[in-house]
T-cell receptor, first 109, second 113 residues
Framework: KNEVEQSPQNLTAQEGEFITINCSYS?????LHWLQQHPGGGIVSLFM???GKKKHGRLIATINIQEKHSSLHITASHPRDSAVYIC???????????FGKGTKLSVKP | DVKVTQSSRYLVKRTGEKVFLECVQD?????MFWYRQDPGLGLRLIYF???????EKGDIPEGYSVSREKKERFSLILESASTNQTSMYLC????????????FGSGTRLTVV
């Protein structure tokens, strides 16, 4: 079983829809990271959080440490949000990042 | 704008060649990392370094080595490239024990023929 599980693996939405991507983890962590990767490869950090909730523009990330679960929400989705979203946690014996497999989001106009 | 710069965006090398992938960061970060990314497997840690001249094996170090002679530069070396090392390679850096400012490079897509 993977230490970091994301769902769904693939998500197709219509422009304007509210989107939720979920991340569950099984290890003790110090923080959780949401990353965005557009076609072509480069990875951008969206949020790093260890408790509660963070908001940046149309993106909201929440984490529940007790339930070992985090969600990434996108409000009023837009085609430019199409990307792979990756959840990663700082955990394990050396405190390095442990990655989920990613959620591929496609937003149709 | 702070950056992690990888020297090549695309690279094609022959089997058996020695390959150097360079990564430079301008944020004075102590920590640097090399990952490879493959379809269905996600990102996997090859090597990392928490200080100059320091290196630690990640989850998949076999077939790779690294060099960290200066704080800003972390090199990944494929001693004898093989076709199963065809992949996207990503470098990252961060600061301190809390990994502040974790930043990825734009990646190098390596093809070994």
């Amino acid at each position: 079983k993977n230490e970091v599980e994301q769902s769904p693996q693939n998500l197709t939405a219509q422009e304007g829809e509210f989107i939720t991507i979920n991340c569950s983890y099984s290890v003790g962590i110090s923080a959780l990271h949401w990353l965005q990767q557009h076609p072509g490869g480069g990875i951008v950090s969206l949020f790093m959080l260890s408790s509660g909730k963070k908001k940046h523009g149309r993106l909201i990330a929440t984490i529940n440490i007790q339930e070992k679960h985090s969600s990434l929400h996108i409000t009023a989705s837009h085609p430019r949000d199409s990307a792979v979203y990756i959840c990663a946690v700082f955990g394990g014996s050396q405190g390095n990042l442990i990655f989920g497999k990613g959620t591929k989001l496609s937003v149709k106009p | 704008d702070v950056k992690v710069t990888q020297s090549s965006r695309y690279l094609v090398k022959r089997t058996g060649e020695k390959v150097f992938l360079e990564c430079v960061q301008d944020m004075d970060h102590e920590n640097m990392f090399w990952y490879r990314q493959d379809p269905g497997l996600g990102l996997r840690l090859i090597y990392f370094s928490y200080d100059v001249k320091m290196k630690e094996k990640g989850d998949i170090p076999e077939g790779y080595s690294v060099s960290r002679e200066k704080k800003e530069r972390f090199s990944l070396i494929l001693e004898s490239a093989s076709t199963n090392q065809t992949s996207m390679y990503l470098c990252a850096s961060s600061s301190g024990r809390n990994h502040k400012g974790y930043t990825f490079g734009s990646g190098t897509r390596l093809t070994v023929v």
